[in-house]
């Protein structure tokens, strides 16, 4: 089983700052089959990037990921209000498909 | 728009029993994959099951093969989940989820359903 750790568990950011959250795998991750998604309360979560560096359908740009092996890098370069959530990554190389914790963004 | 809509939550007995369902909309639900992921109370994500676009086959993670058993019905665009032997430790909030078949993150999920197993 591959494990994931995200770093740091908090981050406490302002409006407009850039937010920089990592994933580290206990293994390479093949072919960067590596997803970052987005949770808020009350909705469904939302798949951000996949292929570790892909944005899905409707992503804004301020969204980006990077990497490949074992650590990968999810950057947001100007937060804005509805980005404060937690994030998680995610390997879909093989099962059991794993997730790392989760990061949350909180308004510093 | 893609809709993914659990139900049959609730609060159940440990050795008890529970069958989830997940009703969707808005894709070709045949040609998905789909699978249950779970989120015990202030925790992360974990993945439970998966299932292949066909049915024919299915996954479980370690803490619950042998208790959880997964099918999906394509004609009604349902997928369900059959919780059995339920323990204290499976009470989590379940989500569905599609992704298409092969190395394919989660597409999509649904708002979840609460299951609580408690005496």
């Known amino acids: 089983e591959i494990v994931l750790t995200q770093s740091p568990g908090t981050l406490s950011l302002s409006p407009g700052e850039i937010a920089t959250l990592s994933c580290r795998a206990s293994?390479?991750?093949?072919?960067?089959?590596l997803a970052w998604y987005q949770q808020k309360p009350g909705q469904a979560l939302r798949l951000l990037i996949y292929?570790?560096?892909r944005r899905a359908t409707g992503i804004p740009d301020r969204f980006s990921g990077s990497g490949s092996g074992t650590d990968f890098t999810l950057t947001i370069s100007r937060l804005e209000p509805e980005d404060f959530a937690v994030y998680y990554c995610?390997?879909?190389?093989?099962?059991?498909?794993?997730f790392g914790q989760g990061t949350k963004v909180e308004i510093k | 728009e893609v809709q993914l809509l659990e139900s049959g939550g609730g609060l159940v007995q440990p050795g008890g029993s529970l069958r989830l369902s997940c009703a969707a909309s808005g894709f070709t639900f045949s040609i998905y994959a789909l699978s249950w992921v779970r989120q015990a109370p202030g925790k992360g994500l974990e993945w439970v099951s998966g299932?292949?676009?066909?049915?024919?086959?299915?996954l479980y993670g370690d803490s619950v093969k042998g208790r959880f058993t997964i099918s999906r019905d394509n004609s009604k665009k349902t997928l369900y989940l059959q919780m059995n032997s339920l323990r204290a430790e499976d009470t989590a909030v379940y989500y569905c989820?599609?992704?298409?078949?092969?190395?394919?993150?989660?597409?999509?999920w649904g708002q979840g359903t609460l299951v609580t197993v408690s005496s």
């Open positions: 293994q390479s991750v093949r072919s960067s089959s």
């Open positions: 299932i292949s676009d066909d049915g024919g086959t299915t």
């Open positions: 995610q390997q879909y190389d093989n099962s059991p498909w794993t």
């Open positions: 292929g570790a560096s």
């Open positions: 989820a599609n992704k298409v078949p092969g190395a394919h993150p989660f597409d999509n």
